[in-house]
Structure formats: C-alpha cells, structure tokens
C-alpha cells in the first residue's frame, strides 16, 4: 500500500482576483493544495492558523504592501518561503525583498513554464520536493517496515535472516538509501513474501 503523501500548500495573496484563479487552478493542477487571500491585512492571522510550505505575496495591494506584509510574516516565521510577485518591478522592492528573506522575485506577466519552474526549485531548495524515486523509497521502506513489524522481527533478526547488515536494513526502512534487486530479494526472502508486494501499487 503506497503512502499518501499530504500535499504541498501554497498561500496565494494577491488583490486581483483573476490571477488568484489562475494560479490557484495552475497549482493545484500541478498537485499543490493552494488557498487564496486578496485582502492582504490577514494574512499573518492565516499563517497562524494554518501551516503553509510557500506564500506567493503580491507586490502591491490596496491595503498593505507586499513588503509590509513579508516584514510581518518574518516576524512570525524566518524560514517560511515567500515568492514576491510584482508587475511593476524596480530595484528598490527587489532589493527590499531580499533583505527579508524572498526565495524570488517575479514580474507579471509571467511565463507559465518559468513560474512552475520556480516554484519547484523554491521546493526543492527548502527539502520539500519528493521526486516519484523518492515516494518510491518511502513505499518500500514503509513495506518492509510493516511486514517485519507483523512478524515481531527486530533488526537484528530481520539482518539474520537476510544476510544483510542492520545498517543498510535500517537505512532501507527509513527511505535513507535505494535498495539493490538482489537486497529487495534477500529482503522478500526472510520476509516470505514476493518481492512486487514491497513496491506497493506502483
């Protein structure tokens, strides 16, 4: 049975309604559970409330500005990615921006191909991109973690059994290392089971 990896969720804050649909429809098309804000006064309420991976903070806002916004939200979080988006980008927002901490800095209009490329080195710089070889790792992990605990095998038991160490069968479990064909054999071995049941359903 594969592990359900909870999605990645993004905070959209922009005035401009349109936008907010389209990106909203964009991202989550793409996998990502997005909520959309286009009043930009609760948006540290929100962050409280709920845990966001990526906020994308509009630049310019009827209420409060961008950068007021991202000052407040570093105050609250110094980790949290933020991605400025602007469509009247100049030098003194920018460098504004990554004083506090902005992952990026976009104009609109913007290329739809760039955006999402953004977007994935934002989550990939912060550890929170899975690649499907990495859910795939989880799964197996999971798998074997699973079987040997139904057969009240420790490690040092499931290690006997196998021939393998109990390092690498520990590294194997928590998704830490790619387990070799002959490993997985080894493993479905001592495990009495076939070895396309420690893939899941991929």
Known sequence: MAIELPPLRILIVDDDRAICDYMQTLLER???????????????????RQAYHLVILDLMMPK????????????????LAVVIFTGYPNLDTAVASMKLDAVDYIKKPFNVDEFREVIARVMRE?????TPEEELHKVIGETVRR????????????????????????????????????????????????????????
């Open 30 to 48: 793409d996998g990502y559970s997005v909520k959309v804000m286009s009043d930009a006064t609760g948006v540290t309420a929100e962050l409280k």
């Open 64 to 79: 409060r500005d961008g950068i007021e916004v991202l000052r407040d939200i570093r105050k609250q979080d110094k980790d």
């Open 126 to 130: 912060k550890g929170l991109s899975v």
């Open 147 to 202: 079987h040997r605990k139904d057969l009240n095998l420790t490690l040092k038991q499931m290690a006997r059994r196998t021939g393998l160490s109990v390092s690498l069968l520990s590294q194997i479990e928590r998704a830490e290392t790619s387990a070799s064909i002959s490993s997985l054999y080894k493993i479905s071995a001592g495990l009495q089971v076939k070895v396309r049941e420690l893939f899941g359903p991929f």
